[in-house]
């Protein structure tokens, strides 16, 4: 009868352990929650956006203080740049009015993913040129480029050297 | 990171080598996985926390069918799990978009959307994980309990951003035990420069023609020029992947791995048949043993075998990239597969080998036309531009200067694009007398085909890949 009890409890707890999950499953419950946190987090802060390139050159330059910005033509961005904006779906730069400024904000929609590399490379060559050129006699301009504020959100690229640089950042980020 | 880039050759390659011979046998999966893990943050430093995250999902799935295998109704569902899961993570970061602007062109509806880049190798590692999934439900291996050894399996650097597809079994041991001899890491260094140099040589070359040529109004060229176009995207194309494909089987080798070949000549196929099974063997070989046999494979009624087809081929488009064109490319080829299979298969193979071969030929150049169309309007285009409907001329100027002016590159494109090139450099080797002097004309050789690709690479700006995107 003892025995009989004994094995009724212990088949229940061999029963007990058959339903309860084992530490693989709950891990894979937990590891596609943690998915789907970061995919949730990147739509917020890497996505890009669907959104027309005017959409978002007005909301960017909603908030630009223009007093010492000129916006400049399709041949600003050869110059500086080095690339052709007829190869971009959009292209918004605005540069300093004095050569003595590194201000510049620049916002480009590309076609495609395939042209953002190139993109990137050219801005951040600029912002390299940039530093030597003023590196040794104009320090103000050299913060301005260090705390420039650079960032790729799917087809857009943006960049601000400026004083409210932060500002436009986030400005671009919420217009997407 | 590319293997076809200055800093993976100078840098990356080399200092991981030297790391990965010197540190003590038991360390040497460390060093391997810390720079597979460097390699992809490289390029993709978002992406690398998924890639981590899937390598986890995919240990704990295993090990969750493996304890459920008493069970079978578990187990199935276990399976299932993980098989949605990852087709979910691979739908959502390659498809959404495609959907969306799928229903908002096909329904009165603006649906506006946050648009994700596609995180390199998504496709690769998904697929390879895949297929580790239904091998371990079909008790053909048993689940990886070293997580360390999953990682590398999932992302090795040689094969992570563009294949082959290694499925887990054929790895299995490798990742425990491998060895390197000399002669391994030899062969390997001669896979990876061949492979360099198709595609810096070969690809880069021929892609930039058919850049030119792409990039001509459509109606404004003639049908020799859309003719020349083709062919110029048909030798790019294989010379990338293939090149990419054998670097990735040559630094295998180098670290002691064997990877089966994605690719055996397959511009020398005289029947579609042929040419899938020469061409992206790995992507085929999965679809054959993880959708095709379970659809029932040809087992079946013919009704259900041309549906089988078709499923498989319409999956297999879809794989290379999330637009209308390259279902219809998949689709193209199921077709066709079909009337090989049911129509004129048998009569195919009673014609001459130089008429079945032209006829491969035409029809894979057909494929390609939807494969790098930007959109099946344009592609439609192009192909009435190579049958004379839009085209400007039947031959013009144009295209005899693209002939002209690169006839020697098309040359060699067919040499290295068939067997007799490679048995070309081994006829060069081995005729000298001696092992020594074979040696240094290999040396020669191999060399001489490193630095030419070197000098490419610095001179020149064009280094696209074009199978990141998948």
């Given amino acids: ?176 | 990171m590319l293997f076809s880039s200055i800093t993976f050759l100078f840098i990356f390659l080399p200092v991981t080598l030297v790391l990965y011979f010197v540190v003590p046998h038991k360390f040497r999966n460390i060093i391997m996985l810390i720079a597979s893990l460097i390699f992809y943050a490289w390029g993709e430093p978002v992406y690398i926390i998924l890639m981590l995250l899937s390598i986890f999902l995919n240990y704990v799935c295993g090990l969750d069918i493996c304890q459920k295998e008493d069970d079978p109704q578990k187990a199935h569902r276990s399976l299932i799990f993980a098989i949605v899961a990852n087709l979910l993570l691979l739908g959502f970061f390659k498809y959404y978009g495609f959907l969306l602007d799928s229903l908002n062109a096909v329904l009165p509806v603006d649906i506006p959307y946050r648009e994700l880049p596609l995180p390199i190798g998504i496709s690769f590692y998904t697929f390879q994980a895949l297929s580790y999934i239904m091998d371990v439900y079909r008790k053909e291996v048993r689940p990886q309990k070293n997580i360390l050894y999953f990682a590398m399996y999932i992302c090795m650097f040689p094969q992570l951003i563009a294949g082959p597809i290694v499925r887990y079994i054929d790895i299995e041991e490798q990742l425990k035990n491998r060895t390197v001899t000399m002669r391994k890491f030899g062969q390997g260094a001669e896979y990876f420069m061949i492979g360099l140099a198709k595609k810096v040589i070969l690809a880069n070359s021929v892609g930039q023609v058919f850049d030119q040529i792409a990039g001509l109004q459509l109606g404004s060229f003639s049908v020799l020029t859309a003719w020349v176009g083709c062919i110029s995207y048909a030798f790019q194309i294989y010379f990338d992947f293939s090149g990419y494909s054998d670097m990735a089987v040559g630094l295998g080798k180098m670290f002691g791995f064997e990877f089966r070949r994605n690719f055996d000549y397959p511009y020398t196929s005289s029947s579609i048949t042929e040419f899938w099974r020469r061409w992206h063997i790995s992507l085929s070989t999965w679809f054959r043993e993880y959708v095709y046999i379970p659809l029932g494979g040809n087992r079946c009624t013919q009704s259900r075998h041309i549906m089988n087809l078709l499923v498989v081929w319409m999956l297999t488009g879809l794989w290379h990239g999330a637009a209308w064109n390259f279902l219809f490319w998949g689709l193209y080829y199921g077709i066709l597969l079909v009337l090989e299979k049911y129509v004129w298969g048998q009569a195919l193979e009673r014609l001459p080998s130089v008429v079945r071969h032209i006829y491969s030929m035409v029809l894979v150049l057909i494929g390609w036309v939807f494969f790098f169309s930007p959109s099946l309007g344009y592609a439609m285009k192009y192909l009435g531009a190579m049958f004379g409907a839009g085209a400007s001329a039947f031959a013009d100027k144009q295209a005899l200067y693209y002939i002209l002016t690169h006839w020697l590159l098309y040359l060699l494109a067919v040499i290295g694009s068939s067997a007799v090139g490679y048995s070309l450099i081994r006829r060069i080797v081995g005729s000298f007398d001696n092992n020594r002097a074979k040696r240094a004309a290999a040396g020669v050789v191999y060399i001489g085909m490193f630095l030419i690709s070197i000098a490419y690479l610095v001179t020149e700006s064009f280094n696209p890949f074009l199978y990141f995107r998948f």
């Fill in chain 1, 1 to 176: 009868m003892m025995d009989r009890e004994l094995n009724g409890t212990g088949s229940r707890r061999a029963a007990g352990r058959m339903n309860r999950p084992g530490i693989a499953e709950v891990a894979k419950y937990v590891v596609m929650a943690v998915i789907i946190v970061y995919i949730v987090l990147l739509m917020i802060y890497a996505s890009g956006s669907t959104r027309s390139f005017n959409e978002i050159e007005k909301a960017v330059e909603s908030v630009l203080d223009t007093d010492n910005l000129k916006k400049a033509e399709g041949q600003g961005l050869k110059r500086y740049y080095g690339l052709n904006s007829a190869d971009y779906e959009g292209v918004m730069l605005y540069t300093s009015e004095s050569s003595m400024s590194a201000e510049e904000v620049l916002l480009i929609k590309v076609k495609n993913e395939g042209q953002m590399k190139r993109v990137k490379e050219a801005v951040e060559k600029r912002l390299a040129n940039r530093k030597n050129d003023f590196e040794g006699y104009a320090p103000k301009e050299v913060q301005l480029l260090e705390q420039s504020q650079l960032t790729v959100r799917g087809k857009f690229l943006f960049l601000a050297i400026a004083p409210r640089a932060a500002e436009y950042k986030d400005t671009f980020a919420k217009s997407l």
